[in-house]
């Protein structure tokens, strides 16, 4: 009798550990995972960005990283108001946006995300033609531009 119920549980067990296989949310990727642009900010200066991309089923986030562009004075942890807009293959804008950043001393290198924004299976996205605005404090306000395709290419998310 003793056997049969060892047996039998370790049946439950494997059949409840398939069950929650079967039911886990697939994991999702995009491609490339990081792509370089080159951006204008004006006044604010320009140079390479590298924009880095997650997903997890249709959420997905954008976390962004230039040495191009400083911050003007100390920024503090969580406390800019970020908004990507990349451009669909296609036509159509997707916006990422959030107030997600490290803190940043005077003269750091801008870091923005991750910020977050909904894709479809099969969106393939671009920097080139969109927008990134920054505000910082509330009223200074940086917005970037990318001069050209980024590079790999467009992130294509699953």
Request: with cysteine; hydrophobic share 40%.
């Amino acid at each position: 009798m003793r056997g049969t119920r060892t047996g039998t549980g370790a049946f439950l067990a494997a059949a409840v550990a398939a069950c929650g296989l079967a039911f886990a949310p697939s994991a999702a990727a995009v491609a490339p995972g990081a792509a370089t642009v080159n951006a204008d900010c004006g006044s604010w200066g320009g140079g390479d960005a590298t924009l880095t991309a997650t997903q997890s089923g249709t959420s997905a986030t954008v976390t962004i990283h230039t040495s191009a562009v400083t911050a003007p004075l100390a920024i503090g942890k969580d406390s800019l108001v970020s908004q990507l807009t990349l451009v669909k293959a296609g036509g159509g804008t997707t916006v990422f946006k959030g107030t997600k950043n490290p803190a940043m001393a005077t003269g750091n290198a801008l870091e923005v995300g991750p910020l977050s924004g909904t894709v479809a299976s099969g969106d393939s996205l671009e920097a080139f033609g969109g927008t990134l605005k920054v505000t910082a404090f509330g009223f200074i306000t940086i917005t970037c531009t990318a001069t050209g395709p980024q590079s790999p290419g467009p992130f294509v998310f699953d």
